[in-house]
C-alpha cells in the first residue's frame, strides 16, 4: 500500500516535471526562433547570444561593469544602433539602443515603466513609494512635492552650505596630503557627497567625512552586499546566505534613524527659523496639494514616502557624484594642458590666492556660473564616464524603428536599455569619442572636430524625458565647487598598482590583475560597484601645491 502510494507521488512528480520542461522546450524554441532573425551579434539556437557575448567580454577587464559589454559588443560585431542581446534562459534581453531618436521614442515621446529588474533592485533599497521606481500619479504627486528643493534656483541658495562641507573635505585632503596617504579617493568623494546631502535635503550634519554615521555606514554596508549578491563575476559569493540578513538589518538601522529624523522636522516646523532644507519644502508643498490633510499629525503617507526617497536621494546623489569627481580629477591630472586651462579659469575668476575661492564662493554663488570651462570638463566626464543609464520595459504593442534599416523591432519581454556610455561613444554625435576632450561642450569650439558634429542633444549622463534626475543641478554644482576648491591646491597622481595595498579596507573593491587592463587603452576603466564606479575606487595620493 505504502510503496503503490510512494510510486504514485513520484509519478505525479514526474508529470509536473515533464509538463514544466515541455513548457520551458516551447518557450525556448519560440524564443530563440524570434531573436534568431533580429539584429543582433552572431546567434546559434542553442546559445542564443551568449557565446557572442563571451566573445566580446574575453576583450575586458574581468571587474569590467556591465555596461560595457554591450558597447564592446557592437564594435566587435560591427552592429547599428538597435540590437538583441539573446540572453535567455539566464536574464531578460537587453534590446540595447544607441541612437538617440530612438532613445527618445521610449523616454521622451512616451516615457515606458521602469523595467522590473530596476523596480526589484531600487525597491529593496529604497522601499515603497520612492521616485525611482513610483510610476503614473503616484510619481508625478512626489515629483512635484521635490522639485522645487530641486531647483537650480534653490540649489544655488545652498551653495554655502555645500563650501562648508567641502572645505571639511579640502581639510582631511591637506591632512592625507602631508602624510602622503594612499586612499581611494572614490571613497572620499562618497563621505563628501553623502554629507552634502544630509545638509541640503535634511538639515543634519552627518559628518560621515570626520567619523562613523549610523545612516552612512548602514547604507554603505547595504550597497556593498548588494554588489556581493549580484557578483556575476564571483558566484560563490552570491551563494552567502549572509547577505539577506544584513540587508534586512540595515534597512532596518536606516528607516528608524530616519523616521525620527522626519518627526523631528515635523515636530519643530514652526518653532525653527524657516529651513531651506529639501523635506522641509517637499511638507509644505504637500500639505498645499493635499487638501484636507489633517496637518496636526504627520501624515503616514508623507512619512512613508519621505522616508523611501531621503533613502533614494542619499543613494542616488552619492553613488553617482562621487564617481563624477573621482573622474574628474583623474582625466584633468593625466592631461596637463587641460588642468592649465581649468586652472587659469580658477585664477581668472577668485583671483590668484586659491584660498580665496571658498569665501568668494559663499558671499557670491553665482561666480559659479562663471565657470565655463569647468562646467565643460565636467560635462565631458559625465560623457566619457557616464554612471548609470535608464532600463525600461519593453511592451506588447510597442515597436521601435531600426534608424539603419527602418525595419520595426518587437519590444515584448525586451529589457530596453538606451546605452548612456553607447550613445555617448557614438561616432555619428561625437567625432573621436573615444578622446577626452572638454572642447566640445564649449559653444566657441570652432575646430574641424567638434563644431559640427557635437550633438548636445546626445548628452545624456542624467537620462532624458520626464524621468530625468532630478539632482542634476546639485550634482553639477557640487562638482564645480569641488574643482574650484581643489584643482589649484593640490597634485593628484593615481596609484592602481598600489591597489593592492587597500585591500582590506573594507570598502568592498576587489583588485583583479588577472586580465586585461585598460579599455580603449584607459587604465581607469568603470568597474561595476551597483553603478559603475573608476577601476578599484581610484586609488591615489596627493600633493601639496607650494
Ligand atoms: C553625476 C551625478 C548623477 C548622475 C550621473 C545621475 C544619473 C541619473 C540617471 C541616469 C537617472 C535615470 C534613472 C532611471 O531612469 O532609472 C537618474 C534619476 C534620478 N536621480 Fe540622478 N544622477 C546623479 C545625481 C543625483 C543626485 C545628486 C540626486 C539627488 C540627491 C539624484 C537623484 C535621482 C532621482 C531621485 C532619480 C529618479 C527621478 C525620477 O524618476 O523622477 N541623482 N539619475
Given at each position: 500500500m505504502i510503496g503503490s502510494t510512494s510510486s504514485q507521488i513520484v509519478l505525479a512528480l514526474a508529470v509536473v516535471a515533464l509538463a514544466y520542461l515541455v513548457r520551458f522546450m516551447v518557450k525556448f524554441h519560440f524564443h530563440r526562433t524570434r531573436m534568431s532573425g533580429l539584429p543582433g551579434p552572431p546567434h546559434s539556437y542553442l546559445w542564443g547570444h551568449i557565446k557572442s557575448i563571451r566573445e566580446a567580454m574575453a576583450t575586458l577587464p574581468l571587474t569590467a561593469h556591465r555596461q560595457l559589454m554591450p558597447l564592446i559588443s557592437k564594435e566587435k560585431f560591427g552592429l547599428g544602433d538597435v540590437f538583441y542581446l539573446d540572453t535567455f534562459p539566464f536574464a531578460p534581453p537587453p534590446l540595447v539602443i544607441t541612437d538617440i531618436e530612438v532613445m527618445k521614442s521610449i523616454t521622451t515621446y512616451t516615457s515606458l515603466p521602469k523595467h522590473h529588474l530596476v523596480v526589484e533592485f531600487v525597491d529593496w533599497l529604497g522601499g515603497p513609494q520612492n521616485l525611482v521606481t513610483l510610476e503614473g500619479s503616484a510619481w508625478k504627486r512626489w515629483r512635484s512635492a521635490f522639485n522645487p528643493g530641486f531647483s537650480a534656483k534653490h540649489i544655488m541658495s545652498l551653495v554655502p552650505v555645500i563650501v562648508d562641507e567641502t572645505q571639511v573635505f579640502c581639510d582631511l585632503m591637506t591632512e592625507k596630503a602631508k602624510k602622503q596617504e594612499l586612499f581611494r579617493m572614490e571613497r572620499a568623494a562618497t563621505k563628501l557627497t553623502v554629507d552634502i546631502i544630509g545638509k541640503v535635503?535634511?538639515?543634519?550634519?552627518?559628518?560621515s567625512q570626520r567619523g562613523p554615521n549610523t545612516l552612512v555606514d548602514s547604507m554603505l554596508s547595504f550597497i556593498k552586499w548588494m554588489e556581493i549578491g549580484n557578483a556575476w563575476m564571483n558566484p560563490?559569493?552570491?551563494?552567502?546566505?549572509r547577505g539577506s540578513f544584513v540587508l534586512r538589518y540595515q534597512s532596518w538601522k536606516m528607516n528608524r534613524y530616519l523616521s525620527r529624523i522626519v518627526e523631528d522636522r515635523f515636530a519643530t516646523r514652526h518653532t525653527r527659523q524657516k529651513s531651506k532644507a529639501i523635506i522641509d519644502l517637499a511638507l509644505d508643498v504637500y500639505i498645499k496639494e493635499t487638501k484636507g490633510i489633517d496637518t496636526t499629525h504627520l501624515d503616514p503617507d508623507f512619512k512613508t514616502a519621505a522616508i523611501s526617497n531621503m533613502k533614494i536621494f542619499i543613494f542616488a546623489g552619492h553613488d553617482t557624484t562621487s564617481t563624477g569627481i573621482a573622474y574628474a580629477l583623474y582625466y584633468l591630472f593625466k592631461y596637463p594642458d587641460i588642468l592649465a586651462k581649468i586652472r587659469k579659469e580658477h585664477d581668472d575668476v577668485f583671483g590668484s590666492d586659491p584660498a580665496d575661492a571658498a569665501n568668494q564662493l559663499r558671499e557670491d554663488p553665482y561666480l559659479l556660473n562663471k565657470l565655463i570651462y569647468t562646467t565643460a570638463v565636467i560635462r565631458e566626464v559625465l560623457r566619457y564616464q557616464p554612471p548609470a543609464s535608464t532600463l525600461r520595459a519593453g511592451q506588447k504593442d510597442v515597436y521601435i524603428r531600426d534608424p539603419k534599416t527602418g525595419q520595426a523591432l518587437p519590444t515584448e519581454g525586451t529589457m530596453l536599455w538606451p546605452l548612456d556610455v553607447g550613445i555617448h561613444r557614438n561616432e555619428k554625435y561625437w567625432p573621436n569619442p573615444h578622446v577626452f576632450d572638454p572642447?566640445?561642450?564649449?559653444?566657441?569650439?570652432?575646430s574641424e572636430n567638434n563644431s559640427t558634429v557635437n550633438n548636445k542633444e546626445a548628452w545624456i549622463p542624467f537620462s532624458n524625458g520626464p524621468r530625468n534626475c532630478i539632482g542634476q543641478e546639485l550634482a553639477m554644482v557640487e562638482t564645480k565647487i569641488l574643482l574650484a576648491l581643489t584643482v589649484r591646491t593640490f597634485d593628484f597622481v593615481a596609484a592602481f598598482d598600489e591597489a593592492y595595498k587597500l585591500n582590506d579596507d573594507g570598502s568592498g573593491y576587489k583588485v583583479d590583475n588577472s586580465s586585461v587592463q585598460s579599455i580603449y587603452g584607459d587604465e581607469a576603466y568603470q568597474v561595476a560597484f551597483m553603478t559603475a564606479k573608476p577601476r578599484d575606487g581610484l586609488p591615489c595620493r596627493l600633493t601639496l601645491r607650494v
Open positions: 535635503v535634511l538639515d543634519v550634519a552627518f559628518d560563490i559569493a552570491i551563494l552567502d546566505i572642447e566640445r561642450h564649449l559653444a566657441s569650439a570652432s
